[in-house]
């Protein structure tokens, strides 16, 4: 391993383990999905996502949903370690991080800026409420088309003032509820190519594998809405995810959906792929046993390595945006 990639496995493995210690702090919350998709989200983010963490209001920001809102400590991991600055409710810019380390540690309690699920204007960097399944998907086709009607009315040649994308991160559960149908197919209709949903294909909900209640060809379902469909083998290839959101940044005219094959719960010994690493704490033994296996110190928790915070500085916090005010 590359000294890159080493300080690349440092970052994704402190998201992962900042969400393990801060559900087992807790006493609740889901531990697997952040665990599993640390790897898409940081590849998203550190590489991709045009978001000024000293700015996140401004209008032209790529927009992140996390329509999986179980997965909250996922988004809120992010917003700590890159360093998102907190906005005041009358849209004045703060200079307090949006979720410190401290917001972490109290998770899920009354008053925290972690609360269990994401909520809009409760946490800057969140871009709207998520928690019931669907709905941050069919939300992200809004954002979509709100950004192309702002291009198509302000846009002139050379000033190009809205150019931004939308990323949705949903799960199975957003796959089964209906209203990610409907909206998938108003936006392969619209043709939506400033819009990319990422399918955490882990065949685990809250009650056990898929089988039980899901059989489609959810490939197959989105190429009849239009879409541009692509996969990832493994969510831990960097590699393959860069190649697929590239693939979405060069597809003009259609929206595209990302499959990602992952393992919930990614890296715990006797309960990564299994129902008990959605929505369960993993215990303090499985959570050592986890640590070892990232290479972690067993003992610590919250820790955020010593450079870490830097290396997003300098990926996501130093990504060339084009601003304008308004
Ligand atoms: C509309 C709706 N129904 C039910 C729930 C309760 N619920 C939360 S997560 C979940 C299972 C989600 O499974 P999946 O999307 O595959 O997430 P994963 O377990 O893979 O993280 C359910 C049923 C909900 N949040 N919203
Ligand atoms: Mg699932």
Redesign the pocket.
């Known amino acids: 391993m590359t000294d890159d990639e080493k300080t690349e496995q440092l970052a994704i493995n402190t998201i992962r383990t900042l969400s393990m210690d801060a559900v087992q702090q807790a006493n609740s919350g889901?531990p697997?999905?952040p665990m599993s998709m640390a790897p898409v989200v940081y590849c998203l983010w550190q590489h991709f996502l045009r978001f000024d963490p000293d700015d996140p209001i401004w209008p032209n920001r790529d927009r992140f949903v996390l329509s999986?809102?179980?997965?909250s400590m996922l988004l809120y991991a992010m917003l700590h370690l890159t360093g998102v600055r907190a906005v005041e409710p009358d849209y004045e810019i703060v200079g307090k991080p949006s979720v410190s380390l401290d917001d972490i540690k109290s998770f899920r309690q009354l008053g925290s800026r972690c609360a269990g699920h994401p909520e809009y204007r409760w946490t800057s960097g969140v871009e709207t409420t998520t928690?019931?399944?669907?709905q941050g998907v069919a939300t992200s086709v809004g954002m979509a088309i709100a950004s192309k009607w702002l291009a198509a009315r302000y846009n002139r040649p050379g000033f190009e003032l809205f150019t931004n994308d939308t990323y949705a991160l949903c799960?199975?559960?957003?796959m089964m509820?209906g209203i990610s149908s409907e909206a998938a197919s108003l936006a392969g209709h619209l043709e939506l190519d400033n819009l990319c949903w990422i399918y955490?294909n882990?065949r685990?909900?809250?009650e056990g594998s898929?089988r039980i209640a899901f059989r489609d060809d959810v490939a197959a379902r989105f190429l009849s809405y239009g879409w541009n469909v692509t996969r990832v083998g493994d969510a831990n290839d960097l590699d393959m995810l860069t190649r697929a959101f590239t693939v979405f940044k060069n597809t003009a005219d259609r929206p595209t959906l990302i499959i990602v094959d992952s393992h919930?719960g990614y890296g715990a010994p006797t309960k990564e792929g299994t129902a008990a690493a959605?929505?369960e704490l993993l215990g303090e033994a499985e959570i050592k046993a986890t640590k070892r296996i990232y290479g972690w110190p067993e003992d610590a928790k919250f820790l955020v390595p010593e450079g870490v915070r830097e290396h997003f500085r300098d990926g996501i916090g130093k990504r060339e945006v084009v601003k304008f005010s308004v």
Request: glycine letters at 28%; proline letters at 4%.
């Open positions: 889901h697997g999905t999986a809102g179980h997965a928690g019931p399944l669907g799960g199975d559960g957003c509820e955490d882990n685990i909900t809250i898929t919930i959605h929505g």
